[in-house]
């Protein structure tokens, strides 16, 4: 009777713990629908929109031609976008052919006749329902000198009502708020120099040769914003990067 006994409790106890695995995941799901992922959160898990550009052949993106080879290719790969945009600078002039809209899937672009001397410079965009993407660009420059001194950006300093932010974090803030950001750069003082603005950046600027910069914004929308500046002389190219979280 004892044996019995304990038989039915052990056969009940697998029972509950099979109904109660089964049940589980169902339940996480219910509350992951009743109560989604705060959009600051947004820029650490899976809702990030990326889009990473580069020169094809080199996989770089930051090249040198004394003469343009006739033809070059970029490619871009993206992650959980919804849009992308093309936009098109130049120190001289802008290769236009690649403004508009692109592949939120990836793809390849081929860029003929950059036969001036100048930095052609090509950038990318992309957003999804969560916010924008930082960013991402690449400089191909035609006639520029070798040189060694590659760009820096010495400060990038963001600034709430609540006084000085730590641009290296996500930085939260309340829809409707101001926001100051300053920054400063070396190496900028060569023909080819140039800093320029991708992702939510407001002016989407090119800056040529300034050394120091500073605006001021308002993030109106309540969604994450991502600032990425981008600096390039002859040498190469660097970039910071600032997220804003609602």
Known sequence: M??????LISSLGIVIFLFVTAIVPFKSQIFNILYGK??????EGPNVPLVELFISDTQKKHINFTSFPGSVNLTWKTSNVKSC?????GISEADKSWAGPKDINGGSFELKNLTGNNAYIY?????????????????INVGAPTLGQFPYIASLEVRGSSGLLNPDKPITFVPGGEMQIRWSALN???PYSVCLATGSWPTQYQN????????????????VYRYSLFCSNEAGITRKTVTFSP
């Open 2 to 7: 004892t044996r019995s006994i304990l038989f």
């Open 38 to 43: 705060p959009l600051s959160q947004a820029t």
């Open 85 to 89: 945009v093309g936009r098109a600078f």
């Open 123 to 139: 950038l990318m965009d992309c957003a999804n329902e969560f916010g924008d993407g930082a960013g991402d660009g690449v400089v």
């Open 188 to 190: 900028l003082n060569t």
């Open 208 to 223: 040529f040769g300034k050394s120091e910069v500073f605006e001021k914004f308002t993030l109106d929308i309540p969604k």
